[in-house]
């Protein structure tokens, strides 16, 4: 069954992972696109970018039940790319959006997840939110779909490429490999989610990239046409877990996390009408970095 869509909210849609699924969308015109902003109302050169677009900017406050529910009211779905960068909570971020979408009838909910796949009792508190929402999501009877991306290209210094330092530090083999797609083609990907049959109540494994850690390097240098400082340590989870000298930062702890879970169980690129651009496309723009 393919439930039919018309008005999408998308929820922190001027951020790092919102504006370009904002955008995407605004680009595709199938959808009457409204924004969600955090009250109380202020300048926003992203928000304003989207408004000229097309898009309905709502004010809300997220901490204000009745407030939600009536923002919602007619939408179809809900794109959450709300950030939790400072606790780490997804569930707590998100949670008043799904109580308030509950009650005002939105078909589907895709939440903020865009990124490695992590397996239930065997993740880190970084992502431990993440699955305690879900099992919310999923018990609320919403459609919802999860779209994973694997590590967004404009944010490979996270797995440990530093292009200011030129320095690259592996936290796992160099031969491991590692999903990567663009912030551009995840937007493209959501969008075509809501088209897509198989999407419904089910999981879209997405990348636009497989490289291991090695040829990832191998770009960087052929790019900034210098050699880099090659760093390997693949004890940080080890040492951070039992405090063990010198204990790695909290930080080292999550990028190593994500270098060890770096790649998606399986692709779905070939349910979508376009091919994505690939991680060498983005390393090419860092040369005068």
Not at 201 to 210: H, L, P
Not at 214 to 241: A, C, M, N, P, Y
Request: charged share 30%.
């Amino acid at each position: 069954m393919t439930t039919t869509f018309k008005t999408v909210v998308i929820a922190g849609a001027t951020g790092n992972l919102g504006y370009p699924i904002a955008e995407a969308f605004l680009n595709d015109g199938s959808y009457k696109i409204k924004i969600l902003r955090q009250k109380p109302e202020s300048k926003n050169e992203n928000a304003e970018l989207l408004a000229s677009k097309g898009a309905e900017v709502v004010y809300v406050d997220y901490n204000q039940k009745d407030d939600l529910v009536k923002a919602l009211k007619g939408t179809d779905v809900i794109v959450s790319a709300l950030s939790s960068k400072t606790t780490g909570d997804f569930y707590g971020i998100q949670l008043p959006l799904l109580e308030a979408a509950k009650e005002s009838g939105v078909k589907r909910f895709i939440p903020s997840e865009f990124g490695g796949e992590f397996t239930p009792g065997k993740a880190h508190p970084f992502v431990d939110s993440k699955f305690k929402f879900r099992e919310e999501l999923e018990k609320s009877g919403m459609e919802y779909t999860y779209i994973f991306t694997g590590v967004f290209h404009e944010f490979i210094e996270v797995i440990g490429f530093d292009a200011k330092n030129k320095t690259a530090t592996f936290y796992v083999d160099s031969s491991s490999k590692v999903h990567t797609t663009s912030l551009a083609d995840i937007g493209k990907y959501t969008v075509e989610s809501l088209k897509l049959p198989e999407a419904r109540n089910a999981t879209i494994r997405v990348a636009g990239s497989t490289d291991s850690f090695k040829e990832i390097l191998q770009k960087f240098e052929e790019v900034t046409g210098s050699k880099w400082k090659v760093i390997e340590d693949r004890e940080v989870r080890h040492r951070f877990r039992n405090k063990i000298e010198p204990i790695p930062s909290a930080m080292d702890d999550v990028k190593a996390f994500i270098c060890e879970n770096g790649t998606l169980s399986k692709l779905d690129n070939d349910k979508f009408s376009f091919t994505p651009s690939p991680l060498a496309e983005y390393i090419n723009t860092v040369k005068n970095v």
